[in-house]
């Protein structure tokens, strides 16, 4: 007679869809910020219970900075292609930023920018680091082609590059708080055109 084993099964096996339950985690956090929400808010738009979620991500701060990571990789990518499609600095910050009053605004999904307004709705002392290296990145790429435009003469000589960067990384996230406000696409528009006239003239 075969021997039935009493041995239970190690672990079980996860009943939901882990990049989905990611992708809901992350609006949830983009439209009310680490502080705002709760481990209640992110179960109920995740589907599943806290043990799961637990399991799965670790705790609301792994959670979230895996949430924001996700954000991250798609705006990067983004200014990737963006940045190598137009053929000047100049091209490429003016699509940046109309890209942007686009994107910030837009219908459907949480307005602003999960980057930048990470700076304002989240005061954990333990997560500080990591989120100004994240927002970082972003000003990393537009430095790099800014002073690629410099190196290709696009620029008159003795710009001051770092000032450009921080003017027009400004610019960005002051349109992000705007549109957090409510402000409309064509507001955005409008601040986009408007911050392009103070590049320098050759």
């Known amino acids: ?9 190690r672990g079980r096996p996860r ?3 882990r990049d989905k339950a990611l992708e809901r985690a992350m609006h949830v956090f ?14 109920h738009a995740m589907g599943i219970n806290p043990p799961s979620l637990y399991a799965a991500f ?13 954000y991250q990789k798609r705006r990067l990518e983004s200014m990737a292609k963006w940045f190598e499609e137009e053929p000047t600095a ?30 304002t709705q989240c005061s954990a002392e333990s997560l500080q680091p990591e989120l100004a290296e994240r927002r970082a990145s972003v000003r990393a790429i537009l430095e790099e082609r800014i002073e690629r435009g410099v190196r290709e003469a696009e620029l008159p000589r003795g710009t001051d590059s770092a000032a ?5 990384s400004a610019v960005f996230q002051g349109m992000s708080l705007q549109a957090r406000g409510g ?7 409008a601040i986009a055109e408007t911050a392009m006239r103070a590049w320098p003239r050759g």
């Open 1 to 9: 007679m075969d021997r039935v084993s009493n041995e239970k099964p």
């Open 30 to 43: 983009w439209r009310q910020g680490y502080e705002g929400t709760s481990v209640s808010d992110l179960t």
């Open 58 to 70: 670790g705790d609301k701060e792994q959670l979230y900075l895996e949430a924001l990571g996700r």
């Open 183 to 189: 402000a409309t696409r064509k507001r955005l528009l």
């Open 15 to 17: 009943s939901f869809d």
């Open 90 to 119: 100049k091209a490429a910050v003016r699509r940046l930023l109309t890209e942007a009053a686009r994107e910030l605004a837009r219908s459907g999904a949480p307005r602003g920018s999960m980057l930048v307004l990470s700076a």
């Open 164 to 168: 450009l960067v921080d003017f027009y």
